[in-house]
């Protein structure tokens, strides 16, 4: 037995003592084999930290120089971290009493100087973390011994230049990062001994050309980022040696002309970002691309797009676009992208939808067209798209919307048309009977009334917002066609009359927005019947808290469906008061005859149901008719 507790004792030192609260620095923490020492405001090292530590942390301190770091005493070292100190310098003898540190953190200090033989000793180094420093220059043979490391970070020092050989004999490396220096140029033979790199980060410098070869050796890069920077053409051999690049950003640089030979060596590429340049047209691909699945060009001065641009790139599946000079919806120069699933066309100048705009994408899904300049629609334009779920004409200058156009989508999910011109939606806009669809924005628009016959049978819609049109008034019975809508925006529509069962039908409404209206009372009946999950949002109205609403006040108070309570504006004597607080006689009426409730005029209901929303009067009660109300 005991020859098993000293087998323990050798092979588990750290374990018998740094679990020992006695040996734990003042102030520190000691789980395990971790000894932390954050936030403490040292100067230097404390002096009794464990001798047999394996991590070591001293993150946010005011250590000044590794002197004061006796790392001799360490001997078992593998993680020390560093962060956020006011270190200015590492020397050649910092580390050279810990050559079993795999891991090393130093970001976010005041280094300036780096020793060329500061790691000399670090032979199983395998991170090393030098962002956010002071550092500008990095002799030859820096990392010349630490062929082992993995991964570098060098962001966000002062680099402008990488010293040749700078890399060399990194054969091990996976992840280099050099963004945010000031690179201007990447030299033939940069990066060419590192044959194990995956990922490479260049983004944010100043980089305005990079020579051919500069990339060559990186035979196993699958992402690069040179985003942020400052190149205006993308040569044929710019990108030479990326057999097996994946992930290609070139975003906001003053990129104005590619090569189409530029894209020849990445024949893997999946992933391109061209974000922000200033290119007039699409990348034309020479070589075919099948892999290529998503295009990003926003922000560009992209004006048209000829036929031949897509034709060696046919699976690409998003195409991004938004924010360019397209007049028109380029429909010859996507015809060819049978399998387009997402189109961005946001924020161009096209004026019009013609019909037949998207022919040959019958794979999309996703289309966006926000923000453009949208005035007419032709009510053929999405023919032909059967798997369309989802349409974004947000933000346009749509005053109608034709017979059918949104028909013969028996796929569609979502349209939103919000924030347009909208007066009038035809009849059949949405088809007879929308089994698909389930959500409809229509806020921002001119509607004065519901649009009942536009709308159309939807069955299955779930929500539908109408905020802020100048919807007056809600007839009868005006949503009888959305038999499972369960969400209802009719916010700041100007509301002041509303049927006593103008949500008739909406068994499954879960969601009811009145606020910011002018309703100043409420038929008591109008809630009666709905489920008792409904939850209504009735504030900011102008509410007379009179015998009119002695109804509601009474339902009031068995329910627990309002997320904010009823506030009286009218009389002036209960203004501020709320209503579900007063008693019932607090709610008597100044007079014999007052204005108490909006009723239904039977005996001249017009034939016309759109036109029910208009046919109300005011009719006045005395007090005892208003409280044979509540007693019924």
Known sequence: MWLHILIALFAHPLKMIVA??????????????????TKLGLVRAPASIPRHVRVLNMDDNSLHDLESVSFRWFPYLQQLSLQRNRIERIDEHSFAQIDGLRRLYLTENNIGVVSRRAFRRLLRLRHLYL???HISHLHSDTFSHLSRLKIVHLNNNNICTVTEGLFAGLTNLESLTLSHNCLSELPDGTFRDLGSLHTLLLHSNNLQYVQPGAFRGLQSVTSLNLSNNSVTNVTSDMLEGLPSLQVLEFRNNRISFIHPEAFGAALNLTYLFLDFNRLKRPPVFAHPHPGLRFLSLPGNEIEQIPDVTFRNAPEIHTLLLGRNKLGRVP????????????????????????EHSFKGLENLRLLSLRDCLIRTVSGQAFSGLNQIMGVFLNGNRIVKLPSGIFSNLPSIFSINLNGNLLRHIETGAFGNHSASLRRLFLQNNRLQRVPKRGLGMMPNLKDLYL?????????YSSFAQLPN????????????????????GLGKLRQLDLRVNNLRNLPYTIFTDRSSELVVELDQNPWTCDCGMLGFHQWLKTVQRFYREIVCVFPQRLQGAKLA???????NCSSDVSLLSVTERTDVLPHNPDDWETDFEFTTVTNMDAQKVTNN
């Open 20 to 37: 020992s609260n006695a040996l734990c620095p003042a102030g520190c923490s000691c789980p395990s084999e971790t000894v932390e020492c």
């Open 131 to 133: 962002g956010w420093n």
């Open 331 to 354: 429909t010859e120069g996507l015809t060819v992208m049978t399998k387009l699933v997402v189109l961005n066309l946001s924020e161009n100048p096209i004026l019009e939808l013609r």
């Open 467 to 475: 905020d802020y049109n100048p919807i007056r008034s809600i007839g």
């Open 485 to 504: 809508l369960r969400i209802l925006g009719l916010r700041s529509c100007n509301l002041s009359r509303l049927h006593d069962a103008a949500f008739e």
């Open 581 to 587: 607080s007063l008693d019932s006689n607090s709610l």
